[in-house]
Every structure is written in structure tokens, then in C-alpha cells.
């Protein structure tokens, strides 16, 4: 049977072909080489579910396994919002050609242009089709000609339509049509251009923004082998300024998509093999910039070490790339700072060449890898539960044992279980897997386990059939808690799903999925942990009163055709009144999973009419606050205090929503975070003065009002000092803060 999966979102690599193919065409605004699944898109919080194919391991892992990308929440938000607040009508696309067409994307958004990415049925063929993209191809060749090194002639939104149409074709060939030569020849005229203009070279946040963009188009245009100069060129001129420019930074490491995704090119293999040079200037990107290993600029050394390697698939290159892997190799090692470096290139070098294994020393390499950092091992229960870690602690496992083996009471006496598995199934001792940080997760866990790392963490049911099989949920400790025993990430929700495998879900996922049971897979994870945590689902409390999805349709979610907000959000919003206001229902669709009915399962959800009373219900949680996290003591609505929040907080464009909190002796770190409402509020910190744009000591500045910031400098006994900057104006907005 396949294998079931949940995944917990973190970041997008590569997903897995079953066949051994080249994967998908990047996606929208994303600097990673693949189109993510829909619901893989979701930054650290929630898990997923998916299922990758039968007997993938890690060395066909490493083969497709893409470049890292730096994190998404180290990213500051998109700075180049032209004519922003313009309307952006699709057929402001579809229904204009030439000139009109070339005027409509210069002066729609950036954020407009991005969502042709996601345009369906016709309206892809009235965008895309081939004349379309000439006509922009050749408007961006003139654009490039007189490029200055910023969005001020809408250079971006030419190149990133362009990114789409190849992205949407990519998907939709009968639907867009063909795309010729001709279009090519356009696209490679619009390159040139733009990679000879000097402005190019611009270090700043404005070019690298754009440039990043135009080196991802250089793989969507399948230009892989015409483009290797502008690979060198960039790594060549990498300099100490990129490394404090973000943009900057993640237009360097797209080369690594260039080169990754070069090897399913026709005329890439020959290109490399002609220019022996490329070789030179990746490895010594790798060799020359170990100091950045241990920083947040790794991934650039760790991905040019990997890409190294990948050169050796090439006959013609091995005889001078094995050397080189196995310099890097001897100048780093399986633990420590160069740790990352060593897995990387090990892992793809027997992705390639396992047989020279003895050669490089990386032979049985995941055993070996696992046995130097998954040191520490602890029994919660013998045969039911145990752990196995890199770092934690005798009392942060005994903390983790308590928090699971409770929740399995919790559980069993929520869905009504009577404690007995379905039929078939032995997956009766589990294993918990810890990583001593999301970093050790990315680096390891890939190695070792044979998945991808491009998430928060993974449950692996395997074949629960089997009496010989192993289940595994495999996670990471995290600085702050978060409200996860021993600081293990989704501790809770990801035991849930080893719960409801084990007790609710009759046989594999492909039988489980057949019928759309989303809402309350993913659902009944976010319900359970946080209900048995007893924390309310902020972000999910302050989406209730949108009445964004009807119950009717979170009923048909699949991962298809959900987004993290339906998945997660509603998903748990869907669970929470099914269980408040009609449990009969929950039993008698449970006891349809229990037995792998699952097209009654479905069917039986189809006829319930729910929606009114659904939305009604939705409206009665407006105004909830947080168990624990009640509305701060005081007239003062600044405020702030242990474990309270403030709600219904708004500012208006260039103004601050001002607050200050209390810190008793002895505290050293608290957790401050904004969510919920609209507009985009950021998080300012300073423990000596109020805080503002110019006077802080940590900030988060995502787009929105989510941000999060965990504080060590707290000034005890005395007042630190707290502000929300409205970088546009927001409302409805709620901060807590927790120490």
C-alpha cells in the first residue's frame, strides 16, 4: 500500500516524480524550482498530508532533491508594489493585444501580474497564447535596453507575465497551445538585453528583486545551457555587500535552480560538458564561502556544494569533479557549523555515484549520519511510545511523554473510539523523532529518512498493515515553545494525525483520499491541539467572522484545490461546530471511516445542510479571546501584561498603535505576537523607549498583520515597549504577549 504522509509546511523544494522526471515550472513568485502542491504553501504553523510514491528513498531523494531556499520568514516584503490599489482585471490580458497589452501589464501591480499565475480555462489561452508572449517578450527586450536598475518602467511585471504564461502552459499545453521557436527567439532577445545592460549588476533591493525574478525565467524558458555565463557571472561577483541584501542574495541562489533543473534540458548535459568552467565556478563558490555556513546565508554555500556533486552524473566531467567532491567532503564533517555542507554533498554525490561511495567515505550513509546526531533515545511507553533526539533533555522528554500519552485519553474520549484501532491496522509503537532545530531538521532528516525537509515536520504512517512496520513522526525543537511540550513543533496536531490514522482511518491514503475527507484529516489535527492544550486558534477565530467558505464546501476539500487558510483555518473551524453542534453526525461519519467507507463518508457529509446554521455560528465566535490570553487588566488599552491580549487595534498609513508591558525580575524572554484584521500592521520592539521604525531592538515585518517576535533582551523590573506601524493602514488587528 502507499504510504500516508503528513507534512507540516515549512518551506517548497521539489516534489517527488515517480517516474524520475524533470519537475514542474517554478511558481509564482516563489524562488524554488517546482509548482508546490496547493497546500504546500503554508509557512511553519499547520502540517499537511501527502503522499509521495511507493519506495522513494534517500537516494532517489537526493537525485531530485532541489536547492535549499532561505527561509520565508527571513524575506522583507515585496518592495516593488507598482500603481498599487489598480484594478487588475484578467481581461485586462485576455482582451488586449500589442501595444494595449504591453501598456495593461506595465501598469498593472506586481501583485496583479502574479495572479495570472493561477488563471483557468480560456482566459489562459486569451494571456498566454504564443503571439501574446511574443508581443512581451519583445517589449521587454526594448524595456531592458534602457533598464536603470529599478521597477520605474515596470521591468518586473514584463518579466514575471512572462514567467507565467510558461508556468501556465507548462500545465495547460492543450489549453494555451504550442510555443514555438518563434517565441523562444523573442525571449532569448529579451534576456540578452537585460543580462547586458550594467544595471543589471546593481547591487541593491530593487535590482535584486527584479534579477532574481529574470534568472528564474531563464529555467522557465528552458534557456538553461545559453544562460551558463550569467550563472558564472553571478558567482563570480558574489561580495560581502550581497550577503546583507535579501534580494540580492536569492537572485544568486535562483542560479542553483538553473543548474538543478538544467540536467532535464535538451543541450544542458552538452552545454556543461563543453564548458568545464561552470564546474570551476561552483565549486569554488562552495570552497570559497564556508564562512557562511552557520549563518543565514548557508544555503548558498550548501546548495553550490550539492551542485557540485550533480556534476558528477556527467561522464565527461568525472574524472574532475570527484576530486572536488571529495575536497569538500575532507573539508567538512557529519556534525558542527560545516555539518550542513557535508550532508548536502554526500547525500547528492550517492544520489549519482553511489558505487564510488568508498571513495568519498559516505557510504551506508543514513545509518551513519543517524547514529552521529540521533543520539539520545527515551521510552515513554514500552511498545507504544518512545523518542529519539539530538538534543533533548531527560526532563523536555518526560514533558513530551506526558503531553502524548495524555492526549491519547483525550482523544480516545473525543471521537469515541473505546481505545480500539481499526481493523488491519499495527501501527501500535511509535516513534518521535526530534532534531534540535528547524536547521538540524533541513539537514539531516532529508539524509536519513529519505524526504524532504521543505516543511515543519512529517509523519510517516507507512503500511499500517504491515506488523513489521515502523510509524514515525519526525520533528524539531524549536528556541521558543509555542505552547509544544519540550518546544517540539506541532508536537500535538502531528500526534493527532498518528491518532486518527491508527483509530479513525481504515487502510492507505490513496483509499482514505479517494473522496474529498480534507477538511477533517488536517481539521480534527488543528482541533485536537489545540483544544487539548486548551488555546484557542487565534487565526482561525478572527477568519470566522469573513464567512470566506460555505461548510458545504469545506466538505469538498482536497489538497488539490485548497489553500493554507481552507485547509488549515476553516478546516479546524469545520471540525470545531461538527463536534459543538452535531456529534451524532461525527459519530456516524466516523464509524463510515473506521470501516473504509469512504464514498459513504462522503456522500453522507453531501447531504447534510448545514450552511446557515454554520454561518450563524461563525458570527457567534466573533469577539472570542484566547483561554489563558485574556483581554489585559486596565483602563490603559496600551497596556499590555503576562499572557494577555489586546483586540480591535487599528492605524492608519504611517502611524503607530502604541503599547507597553510590565516585565517582572526574573523574566528574560517574551513572546510578542500580532494577528488577525486587515491592512498591514509591523512589530516593533525596544526595551528602553517606545518603540518605533527608527528606535527597536527586533522587529517583524511580513506582509499582513501575523508577525511574531520571541524577545531574549527583555529589561526585567521595569517597562519594555511595544508598537504595531502601519505600513498601510490595518484594523481589527489583536496583539498578546506571553512570558
Request: aromatic share 12%.
Amino acid at each position: 500500500m502507499s504510504p500516508r504522509r503528513w507534512v507540516t509546511a515549512l518551506l517548497v523544494t521539489v516534489a517527488l516524480a515517480a517516474g524520475g522526471g524533470a519537475p514542474a515550472l517554478a511558481s509564482p513568485r516563489d524562488a524554488t524550482p517546482v509548482k508546490p502542491p496547493a497546500h504546500k504553501d503554508r509557512e511553519i504553523s499547520g502540517p499537511t498530508r501527502l503522499v509521495l510514491p511507493d519506495g522513494v528513498n534517500a537516494k532517489k531523494s537526493a537525485k531530485l532533491r532541489a536547492p535549499l531556499t532561505p527561509s520565508t520568514r527571513t524575506a522583507p516584503k515585496k518592495l516593488l508594489k507598482a500603481t498599487a490599489g489598480a484594478s487588475c482585471a484578467v481581461s485586462d490580458f485576455t482582451g488586449n493585444t500589442g501595444t494595449a497589452l504591453v501598456n495593461a501589464v506595465k501598469g498593472a501591480s506586481v501583485d496583479c501580474v502574479n495572479s495570472l499565475f493561477s488563471i483557468t480555462g480560456q482566459d489562459q489561452y486569451g494571456a498566454f497564447r504564443e503571439a501574446q508572449m511574443v508581443t512581451i517578450a519583445n517589449a521587454l527586450k526594448a524595456n531592458a535596453a534602457s533598464y536603470n536598475g529599478t521597477n520605474s518602467a515596470s521591468t518586473e511585471q514584463l518579466v514575471l507575465f512572462l514567467r507565467a504564461g510558461y508556468y501556465v502552459q507548462y500545465y495547460n499545453p492543450g489549453t494555451v497551445g504550442q510555443y514555438t521557436k518563434t517565441l523562444a527567439t523573442a525571449t532569448e532577445g529579451a534576456l540578452d538585453a537585460f543580462y547586458a545592460n550594467s544595471a543589471a549588476n546593481t547591487v541593491s533591493d530593487a535590482n535584486g528583486e527584479i534579477l532574481g525574478e529574470a534568472v528564474t525565467l531563464i529555467d522557465s524558458a528552458s534557456e538553461n545551457a545559453r544562460y551558463l555565463y550569467v550563472v558564472k557571472r553571478l558567482l563570480n561577483g558574489y561580495s560581502s555587500a550581497w550577503d546583507a541584501n535579501w534580494y540580492m542574495r536569492n537572485a544568486a541562489n535562483n542560479v542553483f535552480t538553473v543548474l538543478f533543473r538544467g540536467q532535464w534540458v535538451t543541450g544542458y548535459p552538452e552545454a556543461v560538458q563543453a564548458d568545464p568552467s561552470i564546474v570551476d565556478t561552483v565549486y569554488g563558490f562552495a570552497r570559497n564561502h564556508t564562512s557562511m555556513l552557520g549563518t543565514d546565508s548557508a544555503f548558498l554555500d550548501t546548495n553550490a556544494g550539492g551542485e557540485t556533486a550533480r556534476f558528477v552524473q556527467y561522464a565527461g566531467l568525472q574524472a574532475k569533479v570527484r576530486p572536488l567532491i571529495k575536497s569538500l567532503l575532507d573539508g567538512s564533517s557529519i556534525t558542527g557549523t560545516t555539518a550542513p555542507l557535508w550532508v548536502r554533498v554526500a547525500d547528492v554525490t550517492n544520489g549519482y555515484d553511489e558505487a564510488n561511495c568508498s571513495y568519498y567515505g559516505t557510504c551506508d550513509l543514513s545509518n551513519r549520519v543517524k547514529a552521529a546526531v540521533l543520539t539520545k533515545n527515551y521510552t515513554c511507553s514500552a511498545n507504544v511510545l518512545h523518542i529519539i533526539a539530538q538534543a533533548v533533555t531527560t526532563d523536555e522528554a518526560n514533558a513530551a511523554c506526558t503531553s502524548m500519552l495524555n492526549q491519547n485519553a483525550y482523544f480516545h474520549n473525543l471521537v469515541n473510539d473505546g481505545g480500539k484501532p481499526v481493523a488491519n491496522d499495527y501501527n501500535s509503537n511509535m516513534e518521535v523523532v526530534v532534531f534540535a532545530s528547524p536547521t538540524d531538521y533541513q539537514t539531516y532528516a532529508g539524509v536519513i529518512f529519505g524526504i524532504d525537509t521543505n516543511n515543519g515536520g512529517m509523519y510517516l504512517e507507512g503500511d499500517p498493515s504491515s506488523q513489521s512496520n515502523q510509524p514515525r513522526f519526525i520533528a524539531y525543537q524549536r528556541p521558543d515553545d509555542n505552547g509544544f511540550a519540550a518546544r517540539i513543533w506541532n508536537l500535538n496536531h502531528e500526534y493527532t494525525h498518528y491518532l486518527d490514522g491508527r483509530y479513525d482511518q481504515y487502510g492507505d491514503f490513496d483509499a482514505s483520499t479517494a473522496k474529498p475527507d480534507i477538511w477533517w484529516v488536517e481539521g480534527v489535527a488543528e482541533y485536537v491541539s489545540y483544544s487539548y492544550r486548551n488555546l484557542a486558534y487565534t487565526d482561525a477565530l478572527n477568519e470566522a467572522p469573513k464567512h470566506t467558505y460555505a461548510l458545504s464546501t469545506l466538505f469538498d476539500t482536497t489538497y488539490a484545490n485548497t489553500n493554507v487558510n481552507r485547509t488549515y483555518h476553516w478546516g479546524y473551524l469545520a471540525v470545531r461546530f461538527m463536534f459543538e453542534k452535531h456529534p451524532a453526525d461525527v459519530t456516524k461519519l466516523l464509524g463510515y471511516y473506521r470501516a473504509g467507507k469512504y464514498d459513504d463518508a462522503y456522500n453522507f457529509v453531501k447531504t447534510l445542510n448545514y450552511d446557515t446554521e454554520f454561518n450563524t455560528w461563525l458570527d457567534s465566535l466573533s469577539g472570542s479571546t484566547t483561554p489563558g490570553y485574556p483581554t489585559c487588566d486596565g483602563t490603559d488599552t496600551r497596556a499590555m501584561g503576562k499572557d494577555c491580549q489586546r483586540a480591535n487595534i487599528s492605524a492608519t498609513t504611517g502611524n503607530y498603535a502604541y503599547f507597553y508591558v510590565y516585565v517582572p525580575a526574573g523574566v528574560t524572554t517574551m513572546t510578542i505576537t500580532s494577528s488577525g484584521g486587515s491592512g498591514n500592521a509591523d512589530l516593533y520592539f525596544n526595551p528602553s523607549t517606545w518603540a518605533t521604525t527608527g528606535a527597536y531592538t527586533a522587529k517583524s515585518t511580513k506582509t499582513g498583520n501575523a508577525e511574531t517576535l520571541t524577545v531574549t533582551n527583555v529589561k526585567p523590573n521595569a517597562y519594555n515597549y511595544i508598537s504595531l506601524y502601519a505600513t498601510t493602514g490595518f484594523s481589527g488587528a489583536t496583539l498578546s504577549t506571553h512570558f
